[in-house]
């Protein structure tokens, strides 16, 4: 089974900055889809963040554009979440996803949460104004 090690989570001013770091676990397959979620009280689970191991065109929620980046090392199977200028509305549970894919280096992986096989526990990030 495929363990997903989640870091980086915490308490920010509004305006401040995070980053998130998910370990994917040896036994995971080296292509894959990775990314973050979130879940804030009340509201569905939603995609953020997503990459292709092997990819260059990540997935971006709309409202993250331009402050969240994701990036990641292959070698460590390893993503991370540089999270910038962070608003109130970004406090929410983050959790890691993946699921193994073969795919070419433009493929978008998908924001459908039904697809990702993998998860990790969450880690809480809280931002206040």
């Known amino acids: 089974q495929v363990q997903l090690e989640e870091s980086g989570g915490g308490s920010v001013q509004a305006g401040g900055s995070l980053t998130l770091s998910c370990a994917a676990s040896r036994d995971a397959a080296s292509r894959a889809c990775m990314g973050w979620f979130r879940q804030a009280p009340g509201r569905e689970r939603e995609a953020i963040a997503l990459?292709?191991?092997?990819?260059?065109?990540?997935y971006y929620l709309e409202s993250v554009k331009g402050r969240f980046t994701i990036s990641r090392d292959i070698a460590k199977k390893t993503v991370y979440l540089q999270m910038n200028n962070l608003k109130d509305e970004d406090t929410a549970i983050y959790y890691c996803?993946?699921?193994?894919?073969?795919?070419?280096?433009?493929?978008?992986?998908?924001?459908?949460?039904?697809?990702?096989?993998?998860w990790g526990q969450g880690t809480q990030v809280t931002v206040s104004s």
């Open positions: 996803a993946r699921f193994g894919i073969i795919a070419y280096s433009d493929y978008v992986c998908p924001p459908d949460i039904s697809k990702y096989k993998f």
């Open positions: 990459i292709y191991t092997n990819g260059d065109s990540p």
